[in-house]
């Protein structure tokens, strides 16, 4: 199967799983458990803003880092400019935060609502350019699922 065709046959059950359920950590979870099952990533998780900073949310995947300030390495990027960052090398991104030497590759899609963000999906991947804009444009569109379903009422 195709990067592409993944994608595709998990976003209905992504659908199934958060359809009527309002809770957002619930959701963050079984997203990142669908996501890491289906692509093996390294690390598969959430962080959440919470008072001015973002704390970790439900993840799979190794130990990670439990606070991030806004603007620092790649997730604290992402929530400062409001958009997807990709990065190739984490050894090439200027304030990396290595909570993992292990990492090599990272996408954070920023989680909007209401034009703020509200937390970020971050993947990171054992392998160099792992990401591209296939993960971009899928992974934008299962944050933004997950965005709008705790507005659905049981």
């Known amino acids: 199967m195709t990067k592409s065709e ?3 046959s998990i976003i209905p059950q992504i659908r199934s799983v958060i359809s009527g359920e309002t809770d957002m950590i619930a959701n963050m979870a079984n997203v990142a458990a669908i996501l890491h099952e289906e692509f093996d990533f ?4 959430f962080y959440r803003v919470e008072q001015g900073t973002l704390v ?3 993840f799979q995947g ?6 991030i300030a806004k603007g620092r390495g790649v997730c604290g ?15 090439q991104f200027k ?19 209401s034009g ?3 937390g970020v999906l971050d993947i990171d991947s054992r392998e160099l350019s792992c990401f591209d804009s296939t993960d971009q444009c899928y992974l934008q569109q299962i944050v933004e699922l997950l965005c709008s379903a705790d507005l659905r009422k049981k």
């Open 6 to 8: 993944k994608y595709v």
């Open 42 to 45: 390294w690390w598969t998780g």
């Open 56 to 58: 970790l949310g439900p």
């Open 62 to 67: 190794p130990v990670a880092c439990t606070r």
């Open 77 to 91: 990027t992402a929530w400062q400019r409001q958009e997807t960052v990709v990065v190739e090398d984490v050894e």
């Open 95 to 113: 304030g990396h935060i290595a909570c993992s030497s292990e990492s090599r590759s990272e996408i954070v899609v920023p989680m909007l609502k």
């Open 116 to 118: 703020e963000v509200i």
